[in-house]
């Protein structure tokens, strides 16, 4: 990235990063992650998540087998994007990681959130080529690929900004699932320390991965998430 279009506010090394991530990925940042469960309000329907056990299991396996491991790629990819200055291939990965999203409801969480994230951080941490990039993808945005943009326009690092995404989007669904089932606030909070080490792990195993590597294995998540467009009663929009 050149050095008219790199940032010269937010990202002044590790700890500038840090904070940084931390304002973006905060449940306070509105982007309106409360609103969607990513599917996890049939599994409780359905039985599938009962107890922090279940709800545990439920959302390593999506992180690790399914959405996770795909935005992290996705996330980088498009930080590599930005980097480079390839609005073209920036727009690519967008198209693709909206493709990725298998249902109606999970390509509404995805765009929401991430055309909403783009407009406040635009907004908020003004840059030229955040803003340039912002307007080249002028339809829906993909969650990850606004943060990895944004990221690489404010000097965060890739891999730093991938595994706090996964983590600030599984303790988004562990609060949901507190919500949803009979599970505890501490337990809630046990269930994100434990996953903490899996997003670092997936951040760095995907770091040089790219489309090709893209895949899923999570077809009950799917399947839960196609189910709740007719759910009888819901608290979620996914």
Not at 89 to 97: P, V
């Amino acid at each position: 990235m050149t050095a008219e279009h790199a940032d010269t506010s937010s990202a002044h090394g590790p700890a500038a990063a840090v904070t940084t991530l931390l304002a973006w990925l905060s449940p306070a940042f509105p982007v309106g992650g409360y609103a969607y469960s990513h599917g996890l309000e049939q599994a409780v329907e359905d039985g599938d998540v009962t107890d922090p056990a279940s709800l545990e299991a439920w959302l390593g396996d999506a992180l690790a087998l399914g959405f996770g491991r795909n935005d992290a790629i996705l996330l980088q990819a498009a930080h590599r994007a930005a980097e480079a200055e390839d609005a073209a291939g920036l727009i690519a990965i967008n198209e693709l990681a909206l493709a990725f999203a298998a249902t109606k409801e999970l390509h509404l969480e995805t765009s929401q959130q991430g055309r909403s994230f783009l407009d406040v951080v635009c907004a908020s941490w003004p840059n030229p080529w955040l803003a340039a990039s912002a307007e080249a993808l002028d339809g829906p945005v993909a969650y990850p690929v606004a943060v990895g943009l944004a990221a690489a326009c404010h000097g965060v690092p890739a891999r730093d900004a991938a595994a706090a995404f996964l983590l600030a989007v599984a303790q988004a669904l562990v609060s949901a699932g507190v919500r949803l089932a009979p599970i505890g606030q501490t337990a809630g909070a046990m269930i994100v320390a434990r996953l903490a080490p899996l997003a670092r792990d997936l951040a760095a195993e995907t770091a040089g991965l790219g489309a090709d590597d893209l895949a899923s294995a999570t077809f009950r998540l799917d399947l839960s998430s196609a189910r709740h467009e007719t759910q009888y009663t819901r608290l979620f929009r996914s």
